[in-house]
């Protein structure tokens, strides 16, 4: 068992049950998968891009992602339907585990002025997206060989029913929010 994994069963979950006041261990909220998303509008046109991030997401997943395509022609975005728009990965299992514990305890400190997760990042059904502003901050990227600074989306999809639950969970295992005010 990884480190994430551990640290639910032994110390979330007996909380989690006693606060939810449920019965079931299965019923309380779990994180189920880790979906990384990074955007690339040049793609369509210039294809070296794309492998550049198929590289850096491949790197930091540890699994190759799949390519997003343009399901609509738009004019304004010199934007044609099929066109390569970004990738995609989605982890589950030990591999979400590796990530999560990579991503709490070495990407977020690295992380430039970061004052914690903003709580608004919330979905309304438990889900949480987390924005970066560069791919830097994973070790695994090698600041030499990348072409551009790009952004992502890390989302966490979780079995919660709300956002409270899901809030809880997320902060019993780790993952600094901002301070409430």
């Not at 997760?117 to 060989?145: C, H, M, W």
């Not at 952004?151 to 780790?174: C, F, H, P, Q, W």
């Amino acid at each position: 068992m990884t480190q994430i994994s551990e640290k639910f069963t032994s110390e979330v979950l007996p909380v989690l049950m006693q606060e939810l006041k449920l019965e079931n261990p299965l019923a309380v909220p779990k994180i189920i998968k880790v979906v990384i998303n990074v955007g690339t509008k040049e793609a369509a046109s210039n294809k070296s891009v794309l492998e550049h991030v198929i590289a850096d997401v491949t790197a930091i997943a540890g699994q190759k992602p799949r390519v997003n395509l343009a399901k609509k022609s738009i004019a304004g975005f010199k934007l044609r339907e099929g066109d390569p728009i970004g990738v995609s990965c989605t982890l589950r299992g030990t591999r979400m585990d590796d990530f999560l514990q990579k991503f709490f305890h070495i990407v977020l400190p690295r992380v430039r002025d970061f004052r914690g997760i903003s709580a608004a990042g919330f979905d309304g059904r438990g889900n949480l997206t987390i924005g970066l502003g560069e791919q830097i901050v994973f070790p695994e990227v090698d600041y030499t060989k990348i072409d551009k600074i790009r952004g992502m989306e890390i989302t966490l999809v979780t079995s919660a029913k709300n956002d409270a639950s899901s809030y809880r969970m997320l902060k019993l295992l780790g993952l600094p929010f901002k301070k409430d005010k």
